[in-house]
């Protein structure tokens, strides 16, 4: 026997773009359901790093107190180039309420977010409810109605007047939908550790370490421990490991010995690491009638400054007041052109962060005497300038804040305790 729900709007993906859609639509007097393929909240090397516009945005939304002391502030960023310091940022240079990114672990942003959705009558969130089919008026090409998911308790069919895709990078209500995309692969893959944070180094500080075609991100995570992301060409990991963890020890011995003790201790097998696949999306339409993409789903990007948490939140907050305006209004066609009000107003700052983020990509690989040394110049010239630091961090950072006063607040700075 299939179950059935009915509500104004279906969001499938409870990631930070479902369920800020969600709380910003329930707000609205909208009837939401959300459908999650987990049956919980905790996701390892997920969406951590939380941009000062998304921070900024969380705060007017009433979440950052509801996060009171599960988050640590960042409050510079290094690159180390072949041993020396190259680029140097502090984030208080930036005028702006709130400056500074801050690494919150996912599986507390995502409970506080459904917490205060929860408190809307119209809120309902299905975990462990994976999408099956989409439902269609007329046929296969028809308007998109519904959505049919597979749970413990059987088939749940959910009737809405729009269906929107937030199930991330590798979506399946993309791939259902028909709408065209191109994925474009990088040259490069993410191994992720996480490892003890080595008492000598500050930990407000984003740390980005290179060493000729090596590099790796060293990213301060709340309450006490660093995840390291190493770079490895396209595919190759099966390589990697057929040369044993002990090649995964020296690459991190090379960029960062203050690493190396831990990391013999913590990673004793292959278990203790996750592969990213780094690849971004192209979607030319973001909806159809019935159904609208949004966060990874319409943009897939790649790890580097942050960006996919902060377009998800972005895009939740601006998708949401269109289409309560849209319901308001008869719904229909309204929701169709609230659908593409939502790309046309969101796919320029897409393509910016994505443009930053390849060129940043193609830096990091350079490799051999010469590309090398160019891009330790280039580092050096952006770091001796307080403005153009200012310039190229802001169209990453600062898409949505106007410049004004540093709002004030008391955040986890430091870990709690030392492993």
């Not at 510079?76 to 020396?84: C, K, L, T």
């Not at 309420?97 to 299905?126: D, H, I, K, N, W």
């Not at 849209?326 to 969101?346: C, D, H, M, S, T």
């Amino acid at each position: 026997m299939t179950a059935e729900l009915t509500a104004q709007v279906c969001v499938v993906g409870g990631g930070p773009a479902g369920l800020t859609l969600a709380l910003e639509l329930a707000k609205r007097s909208v009837s939401v359901v959300v459908l999650e393929q987990s049956g919980h909240f905790n996701r390892s090397f997920r969406g951590e790093s939380v941009s000062p516009d998304s921070v900024w945005l969380l705060d007017r939304l009433g979440l950052l107190d509801r996060l009171e002391g599960e988050y640590a502030q960042m409050h510079r960023m290094e690159i180390v180039d072949a041993g020396r310091t190259v680029l140097r940022t502090d984030f208080s240079d930036f005028d702006y309420p709130q400056p500074y990114p801050v690494e919150l672990p996912q599986p507390a942003l995502l409970s506080a977010l459904a917490a205060a959705a929860g408190e809307y009558p119209g809120f309902t969130l299905r975990q462990g409810a994976t999408a099956i089919g989409l439902l269609r008026e007329g046929g296969e090409n028809g308007p998109v109605t519904g959505v049919r998911a597979r749970t413990p308790e059987g088939e749940l069919t959910v009737r809405a007047e729009l269906t929107v895709a937030a199930d991330g990078r590798f979506s399946k209500i993309r791939e259902m939908s028909g709408l065209p995309y191109e994925k474009l692969p990088l040259d490069r893959d993410v191994i992720w550790l996480r490892l003890p944070f080595p008492p000598e180094w500050d930990f407000n500080t984003y740390r980005i370490r290179i060493r000729g075609g090596e590099h790796g991100l060293f990213i301060p995570t709340h309450p006490d421990s660093v995840r390291v992301g190493l770079n490895i060409p396209k595919g190759g990991l099966r390589d990697l490991r057929a040369q044993g963890l002990t090649a995964l020890h020296q690459r991190l011995d090379r960029l960062a010995p203050e690493l190396s003790d831990s990391v013999r201790t913590v990673v004793d097998s292959w278990s203790e690491t996750s592969m990213l696949d780094i690849f971004t999306t192209v979607v030319p339409r973001w909806s159809r009638p019935g159904l609208v993409l949004m966060g990874d789903a319409a943009h897939t990007l790649t790890p580097i400054l942050g960006q996919g948490v902060n377009h998800a939140i972005i895009d939740a907050v601006t998708l949401a007041p269109l289409v309560g305006d849209a319901l308001a209004a008869g719904g229909g066609e309204r929701l169709l052109g609230a659908g593409e009000e939502f790309q046309r107003v969101r796919e320029g700052a897409v393509r910016l962060s994505r443009a930053l983020q390849l060129r940043q990509e193609r830096l990091f690989a350079l490799d051999g005497p010469a590309g090398g040394a160019f891009r330790r110049s280039l580092y050096r010239v952006v770091g001796s300038s307080h403005a153009l630091q200012r310039r190229v961090l802001a169209r990453a950072y600062f898409q949505v804040q106007r410049p004004g006063p540093i709002v004030a607040r008391k955040v986890s700075a430091r870990p709690v305790s030392r492993a």
